[in-house]
């Protein structure tokens, strides 16, 4: 037709033998090996496109196809592989619709993944999908029933980064460390576990700079096993993280949990746990989560070190009991960690403490906003740690506790609120309060060795024994007696009612009390004992700048007991008189049923003052 061509180094053509696809030893070939642009005019007026696709740019209907044994062929044409060639195939293996695109080069470089051996010592390279592997491209099945274990594992041993479809479920059994700086996109895919793991084994482990978009895991019925993804390298973002077990997972040693977060720099913003006795253990140092949700049977979430961590919400609900029939412990255990910020904590129905504070050393420097805890079989929010160690600048915007004290396994001397070997810290707003009367809230807020506090409001209700509860002295981490001063609390006002025993208790034993001081009218109603009880059989005094403004309604015992008043005490009444009270002279009373301005002098008596 007039084309002429250039660069050739062979130019053949075989018999025609009626059709395109019949034209056995045609060979066209350039000096590139598969630039026929060229040529394009001349191919059609030949009739062999068809002919020369097959033999340069094949498609193979599966992998193994593609990399039978010598000469491999389609419609009877032979195909010759060299490097550079572009292959494609219909469906990795049959049935399972992962097609592939592959680049040729020369040589044996197959790893059993994504390089695929060919005829004539070359190899076939899998090509990305901007820049991750579809895992239907490497053999994975998907369907949640086929065994994708082998391909996983090949996947992993690649290195490379990958994506899957949505809709798949990963069937798989074993454990897997999956490398660093790989990128998962697994959209609504999920893995679900075969078989059971040894106790103290982890599913997944991801390693360090990985980034994910969502990691999805299923534990159906049968299957067993203590930690379902690990994160243990460093700077690693996974989107979201998803465990759910049909049955209780019993996995209740302190290192199990189902989501574990070890690594540093590692941001899971949506975190969720079902049917694991212990849900998330967080210690990686600058970890941050949006939200975090964990429906557990043992401890929600460990909040163990983790320096630096930020959270937006935590949400525990412990449902008892555990695989092994006993109730659970704390909704969130946070030990040890330092610069901790949050907004709220949420725990529901935890066996023991709703939210504990503790660990050796104790917290520093913690903010969070909130917490929130209800149905308690202990303490709702909790302060302890180690004899040698103290929780110190805690800032904690508000804290409520609903119906500490649960009927399934109450814990005696339970509170609302115990504060323990804590200094230098802020609680703006405490809420106790009983809305069950079944629940045994024992106290509504307890004090253990206390140094620079403040309690800036309150409002305390409905409690079975005391409202504030002062003990001087304690036992030791080996049981020893040891002596606990109250140095510097302010509780800045509120009111109180409906509380079977006194309004504040103190209990001296060893330690003195300094500094503590109700102030701005702290008020009572409903009282079943003493506003003030202030006794003990212990060496303990008032030993300096202590003043309690109270205003009080009801009460069925006497205003003040006070064995241990004494002119440290600055005691200001409002509420009924009664001329017996012990109290420290100077003290002031308006009595409200004759509306008189009372003064205690300096013989012991009260005098009328003007109002």
Not at 240 to 250: A, F, L, R, Y
Not at 333 to 353: D, F, K, P
Request: proline share 2%; glycine share 12%.
């Amino acid at each position: 037709n007039g084309t002429t061509l250039t660069n050739f180094v062979e130019y053949t053509l075989g018999t025609q033998g009626g059709s395109s696809s019949s034209l056995s030893g045609a060979v066209i070939r350039s000096n590139n090996g598969n630039d026929f642009t060229d040529i394009a005019a001349t191919r059609i007026n030949l009739g062999i496109n068809t002919a020369l696709d097959k033999r340069y740019s094949p498609v193979f209907a599966t992998k193994d196809a593609m990399s039978s044994a010598s000469p491999v062929a389609i419609d009877g044409l032979a195909v010759t592989f060299t490097a550079g060639m572009r292959l494609k195939t219909n469906e990795f293996s049959a049935g399972n619709g992962g097609g592939a695109e592959y680049i040729v080069e020369a040589g044996d470089t197959s790893d059993g993944f994504g390089k695929i051996l060919l005829a004539g010592t070359f190899t076939a390279v899998v090509q990305n999908t901007n820049g991750k592997v579809d895992l239907l491209q490497v053999g994975f099945v998907g369907d949640g029933s086929a065994d994708d274990s082998s391909a996983l594992s090949a996947l992993i041993s690649s290195g490379k980064s990958f994506k899957a479809d949505p809709t798949m479920v990963f069937s798989v059994s074993g454990s897997y460390v999956f490398p660093s700086d790989i990128t998962m996109e697994l959209s609504g895919a999920s893995f679900k576990l075969r078989g059971s793991l040894s106790a103290g084994v982890t599913m997944f482990s991801i390693g360090a700079d990985c980034q994910i978009d969502r990691f999805s895991i299923s534990i159906p019925t049968g299957i067993t096993l203590d930690k379902a993804i690990t994160f243990t390298g460093d700077n690693t973002t996974c989107g979201e993280v998803v465990c759910v077990s049909v049955d209780v997972q019993n996995n209740t040693g302190n290192e199990n949990a189902a989501i574990r977060v070890i690594g540093d720099n590692v941001t899971i913003p949506i975190q969720y746990t079902e049917n694991f006795d212990n849900g998330g253990l967080w210690r990686g140092s600058d970890f941050k989560s949006e939200v975090a949700e964990f429906k557990s049977h043992v401890r929600g979430l460990w909040i163990d070190t983790a320096p630096d961590c930020k959270f937006g919400l935590i949400k525990s609900h412990v449902r008892s009991p555990n695989a092994s029939g006993s109730p659970g412990h704390n909704g969130v255990l946070i030990s040890s960690a330092s610069r901790l910020t949050g907004t709220r904590i949420t725990s529901m129905n935890s066996g023991e403490h709703g939210v504990r504070f503790g660990g050796d050393p104790g917290c520093d420097a913690v903010d969070i906003g909130g917490i929130y805890t209800r149905l308690a079989g202990g303490t709702g929010v909790k302060f302890r740690c180690s004899s040698n160690s103290v929780h110190s600048y805690i800032t904690i915007g508000r804290i409520v506790s609903i119906d500490s004290g649960d009927t399934v396994n109450p814990i005696s001397n339970q509170e609302g609120l115990l504060l323990e070997r804590l200094q230098n810290s802020y609680i703006g707003y405490v809420e106790i309060r009983k809305e069950d009367n079944a629940k045994s809230c024992h106290q509504g807020v307890s004090f253990y060795q206390i140094s620079n506090v403040v309690i800036g409001k309150y409002s305390i209700s409905n409690t079975n024994n005391d409202c504030f509860n002062f003990e001087t002295s304690g036992t030791d981490d080996n049981s020893n007696a040891e002596d606990r001063d109250i140095t510097g609390l302010l509780i800045g006002g509120g009111i109180a009612s409906d509380i079977d025993r006194h309004a504040i208790l103190i209990n001296f034993g060893g330690g003195d009390i300094r500094r503590l001081q109700f102030a701005n009218g702290c008020a009572f109603n409903s009282i079943g004992g003493d506003v003030i009880n202030a006794q003990g059989s212990g060496s303990g005094i008032f030993a300096g700048e202590c003043l309690f403004d109270l205003f009080f309604v009801t009460v069925t015992g006497t205003p003040v007991n006070g064995s241990k008043l004494n002119s440290d005490v600055n005691v200001n009444l409002t509420g009924p008189h009664n001329a017996t009270t012990a109290v420290a002279k100077g003290s002031r009373w308006h009595d409200t049923s004759t509306n008189n301005y009372l003064v205690k002098n300096g013989s012991g008596t009260w005098t009328t003052l003007n109002p």
